[in-house]
């Protein structure tokens, strides 16, 4: 099983790399032909890395959410999952190109920094072992998806290619987002204070989540009011997944906390 993750998570990298390639050459060329072969990759890319997963789960006996590893998988796939479902009802294919590009950049990031963790089994860490773990973790992983999705369609804006896309998509993402990150936030402060006897501690991640409510919270709003130009709301998006990836990056490696061992 060790052997087929290894292979499976460059497959999986590999697929995500052409179909990000293949999009951009299609939409440039107009050619049809390149853009279905993307969209096939994509779908095999987001099979395979839903293997992985799978694998992880049966290798640990948990679910994949409980160390920054498994985090980052399941983000990633739930990126390219979110994608293929919207792009079924709402025309966002211009952005197909961008959105494939950072999920694999993500599964790279596996590759590069945590490929000798992928079949790993460490026993968790008493703080883990908790019921709130799963929802918590989830509905993080599905509202940095919804924000990295969000900023690929938000990037592509600024080019003509991505002037059909409409502003509304990218609020409803946003929106979803905001809404499963708020949640995450107070079902991690209702665990924590089962496991630490308080809501709230001011431990980086923390903090930087805060931060990152607050910016999508304030696009919401001048959005919603129409008070700043289009652009401004767009960079508003990218910034705030800017926030998110530091939330992940930044604090898991570099600040310590409580959330350091994520």
Request: charged residues 10%; aromatic residues 14%.
């Amino acid at each position: 099983m060790e052997t087929l993750m290894d292979i499976f998570i460059y497959v999986v990298l590999f697929c995500y790399f052409a179909s990000a390639l293949l999009y951009w050459g299609g939409g440039k060329f107009h050619n049809s032909m390149a853009a279905k072969a993307a969209l096939g990759l994509a779908i095999l890319g987001c099979i395979l890395h839903l293997a992985i997963l799978v694998m992880r789960t049966a290798l640990t006996g948990v679910l994949p959410l409980t160390n920054g590893l498994e985090f980052l998988l399941s983000f990633s796939w739930v990126t390219v999952l979110l994608y293929l479902l919207m792009q079924t009802r709402y025309p966002i294919q211009p952005a197909a190109g961008a959105v494939m590009l950072i999920s694999a950049l993500l599964v790279s990031l596996v590759v590069i920094l945590m490929r000798d963790q992928l079949s790993a089994v460490a026993p968790l860490m008493p703080a883990l072992k908790s019921p709130w773990l799963t929802v918590h973790v989830i509905t993080a992983a599905v509202a940095y998806a919804a924000f990295a999705l969000a900023a690929g369609l938000a990037a592509v804006q600024f080019f003509p290619a991505g002037q059909s896309i409409k502003d509304d998509y990218i609020y409803l993402l946003v929106g979803g987002g905001f809404a499963l990150l708020s949640l995450s936030i107070v079902l991690g402060a209702v665990w924590a204070e089962q496991a630490w006897g308080r809501y709230w501690s001011w431990d980086p991640k923390e903090t930087w989540a805060l931060i990152t409510w607050i910016i999508y919270a304030i696009y919401l709003h001048v959005y919603r009011s129409r008070d700043w130009p289009a652009n401004t709301t767009r960079w508003m998006v990218i910034i705030g997944f800017g926030l998110v990836l530091f939330t992940f990056f930044g604090v898991n490696y570099l600040l310590p906390g409580l959330h350091s061992y994520a």
